[in-house]
């Protein structure tokens, strides 16, 4: 079955870069890698999403490894507002069933 | 509307009870999501709808649960005979993609109390 692991919890100085790993080994070879945040009580935000190559926006960046079992999203200047559960996820091959596990709580400390 | 919308915000129901969610997605957009999240917890898939129908439901966790979606845009989630552990936000999304998670727009969600 489809599945991510994520840290539970990580810690960033604000002004740095938040750097947000995936395991995400079942993955499929189409399938691709999403990235939603989670600000307290609101729905979830789409980041970015990548299928091979690395991925950037004005938000963030995506750098997925060469066998695709892993990917790391990074905030390139993290600020208090930054604070979030950020969740990577995939999709249960052959469904529309995306899986977004328990994600990581991103606290940016000032 | 600009974003996703979901009514009601807040529901306290008592256990036996049918309750009814809303979900008005952003118009045009094709694709509808269910999720429920529970305290403290990850977002658990319920339903996916393409237009008006619904080619995944194997996130509904029992056949008290159901949900249509009229016009290619209001959906509804229905709950029948509530139970305490249907406590929990359950949130819709919605995107212009018929497939894919890409750049869905989720609404704040409906808390849902079965006391």
């Known amino acids: 079955d489809a599945k991510t692991t994520q840290p539970t919890s990580m810690d960033c100085a604000e002004g740095r870069a938040a750097n947000l790993p995936c395991n995400h080994s079942?993955?499929?070879?189409?399938?691709?890698v999403y990235w939603y945040r989670q600000i307290h009580s609101q729905g979830p935000q789409y980041i970015i999403h990548?299928?091979?190559n690395n991925e950037t926006n004005e938000m963030a960046s995506l750098i997925i490894t060469e066998d695709r079992k892993s990917s790391t999203l990074i905030l390139p200047h993290a600020t208090l507002r930054d604070t979030a559960v950020y969740y990577c996820i995939v999709r249960a091959s052959g469904t529309y069933k995306y899986i977004f596990g328990t994600g990581t709580r991103l606290k940016v400390l000032a | 509307g600009a974003g996703v919308s979901q009514s009601p915000s807040n529901k306290v129901t008592e256990k036996g009870k049918d309750v009814e969610l809303r979900c008005d997605p952003i118009s045009g957009h094709t694709a509808l999501y269910w999720y429920r999240q529970s305290l403290g917890q990850g977002l658990e898939f319920l339903i996916y709808?393409?237009?008006?129908?619904?080619?995944?439901k194997s996130g509904l966790p029992s056949d008290r649960f159901s949900a249509e979606r009229t016009g290619g845009s209001v959906s509804t989630l229905t709950i029948q005979r509530t139970q305490q552990e249907d406590s929990a936000v359950y949130l819709c999304?919605?995107?212009?993609?018929?497939?894919?998670?890409?750049?869905?727009?989720f609404g704040q969600g409906t808390r849902l109390t079965v006391v």
């Open positions: 999304a919605s995107s212009l993609e018929s497939v894919g998670l890409t750049e869905a727009f």
């Open positions: 079942t993955i499929s070879g189409n399938e691709y």
């Open positions: 990548g299928l091979k």
């Open positions: 709808f393409q237009g008006n129908s619904a080619p995944d």
